[in-house]
């Protein structure tokens, strides 16, 4: 069974630094590009960074410079640094794939910035 396990959310003031990770079982990442996405209260699920599997990345515009994507294949973990973070940034951050041609995320974990 493939499974996503994201980790890494909590409550951190504005300014403040946090690294989500997650971790993908039952298959391997090595050849699979890899986004995290997040949803806001009330709003839509929005994409925030991917990272393919020749290690390129992209990030939508409100995040660039401030979050960075990043994957390590021998653990098989995805890792999403976020720094400055902004209350705009409180959300739950989910991982995503595709296998298989199927979607597949992981529960979230929550993100909360405020003071």
């Known amino acids: 069974q493939v499974q996503l396990v994201e980790t890494g959310g909590g409550l951190v003031q504005p300014g403040g630094s946090l690294r989500l990770s997650c971790v993908t079982s039952?298959?391997?990442?090595?050849?699979?590009?890899m986004d995290w996405y997040r949803q806001a209260p009330g709003k839509q699920r929005e994409l925030v960074a991917t990272i393919q599997s020749s290690f390129a990345a992209k990030y939508i515009e409100s995040v660039e410079g401030r979050f960075t994507i990043s994957r390590d294949n021998s653990k098989n973990t995805i890792y999403l640094q976020m720094d400055n973070l902004k209350p705009e940034d409180t959300a739950v951050y989910y991982c995503?794939?595709?296998?298989?041609?199927?979607?597949?995320w992981g529960k979230g974990t929550l993100v909360t910035v405020s003071s």
């Open positions: 039952g298959v391997s990442v090595t050849q699979s590009a």
């Open positions: 995503h794939r595709i296998y298989a041609g199927m979607d597949l």
